[in-house]
């Protein structure tokens, strides 16, 4: 059946808020980990592309070939098998199968826009929403494909340029995403929240530190927000990147203590998961070979890790540990909530995981209930 836009946004949300009511998908029996990964076989050779399987407690690893890099990898939550796959900035993306480890099928970006990385299924898996960004222009919006068909049944504004993640909070009712805006002259970066029923802004958020782009995100079940940034385009060379934290109600402020600490974070803040129980925030910053921690609820510094090149971050099934991929070979660390102190073995030494990202499938869907700014 073709849907207008409205038709969607009126049916889609209604199926969404009732699919929240309903019971989750069984969680895996192990904790799986996805991520993309390139590599060459040798100094000459070309880039490879692979999607990267990891079973933590059997010791295991899969990889499948793709014909781009991956970035944003999401589960489909009526059929967790399935998996829609984003490029970074380009025109690639697919339905993957992960049990049967291949592509169903390419996923095709609408005239003229690029896909910006990320995307997430409504609660019910009739929909794919989708990040894509004009190719000249960087204007932002949400693609809403039918994830059957993926046949395009609307757009939405994302309020911003260059968005990049998105995610549904507040049982499916509202989408938070992050426009990463422009050079210093140009678009201002924000974290938009977006009533999908009406499609108007609800609140628009942008770090108090002018100089950072909005790039990855993270939402508490009770409502606060992490940002983690990038320098804006044209201050990538030597700029910092950093960490900008919301309390419900609250502004995004860019944290800016220790001051020593924050100096060494060059580059990209990339990747941000939140332990909830413990209202403790993980970050990775690549090119600054750190791994922080901070507390949630007062925005405070807990403590850094020197590590080599750390990319993603996730929660181990059991929300007892931060799992973290890094180094050359894309190793997984664990980090225990309960000691705060890197284990001394790798979970996996190499992972093919060298992307941005860590999916953990048990944990995927821990943000869709948190609450959004015009919950009670």
């Not at 395009?152 to 260059?162: E, K, N, Y």
């Not at 940002?227 to 309390?247: D, Q």
């Not at 109600?249 to 001051?259: A, D, E």
């Not at 790798?346 to 869907?365: C, D, K, Q």
Request: overall charge negative; charged content about 20%.
């Amino acid at each position: 059946m073709n849907l207008t836009r409205r038709e969607f946004l009126v049916i889609g949300g209604a199926v969404a808020l009732s699919a929240c009511n309903r019971d989750r998908p069984p969680e895996p029996a192990s904790d799986l980990l996805l991520g993309g990964g390139r590599y060459r076989k040798g100094p000459d050779a070309p880039l490879e592309f692979v999607l990267s399987t990891v079973d933590i407690a059997r010791a295991q690893r899969a990889t499948a070939a793709l014909d781009f890099f991956p970035h944003g990898i999401h589960l489909n939550p009526a059929e967790t098998r399935r998996v829609a796959i984003f490029e970074k900035i380009g025109p690639g993306a697919c339905e993957f199968d992960r049990e049967a480890n291949r592509v169903v099928r390419p996923i095709e970006a609408t005239k003229d826009h690029w896909f910006y990385g990320h995307g997430t299924y409504t609660a019910d898996g009739q929909w794919l929403l989708c990040t894509e960004a004009q190719r000249t222009t960087t204007a932002g919006r949400i693609a809403i494909r039918d994830a059957r068909s993926l046949e395009l049944a609307g757009v939405i504004p994302s309020h911003g340029h260059a968005p990049h993640e998105c995610k549904l909070i507040d049982g499916g009712k509202t989408l938070v995403v992050t426009n990463g805006g422009g050079p210093m002259n140009g678009p201002a970066p924000c974290v938009s929240y977006i009533d999908l029923a009406s499609e108007k802004l609800l609140e628009k958020h942008e770090p108090s530190n002018s100089r950072l782009n909005t790039g990855h995100l993270a939402v508490a079940d009770d409502g606060s927000l992490v940002g983690v940034s990038a320098p804006r385009k044209g201050l990538e060379n030597g700029g910092r990147g950093g960490v900008s934290i919301a309390s419900p109600g609250r502004s995004l402020k860019t944290l800016t203590h220790p001051v020593e600490l924050v100096n060494q974070m060059l580059g990209e803040a990339l990747s941000v998961a939140i332990h909830n129980d413990s209202r403790t925030v993980a970050v990775t910053h690549p090119d600054a070979n750190l791994l922080t921690l901070w507390r949630l609820a007062d925005a405070e510094f807990i403590a850094e890790y020197s590590l080599d090149r750390p990319r993603g971050v996730a929660l181990s099934r059991d929300l007892t540990a931060f799992i973290v991929s890094c180094g050359s070979a894309a190793g997984l660390l664990r980090l225990p909530l309960d000691t705060l102190v890197p284990e001394p073995e790798p979970i996996m030494r190499e992972s093919y995981i060298t992307g941005s990202h860590l999916f953990s499938v048990a944990n995927h869907f821990s943000e869709m209930g948190a609450l959004g700014p015009t919950a009670a």
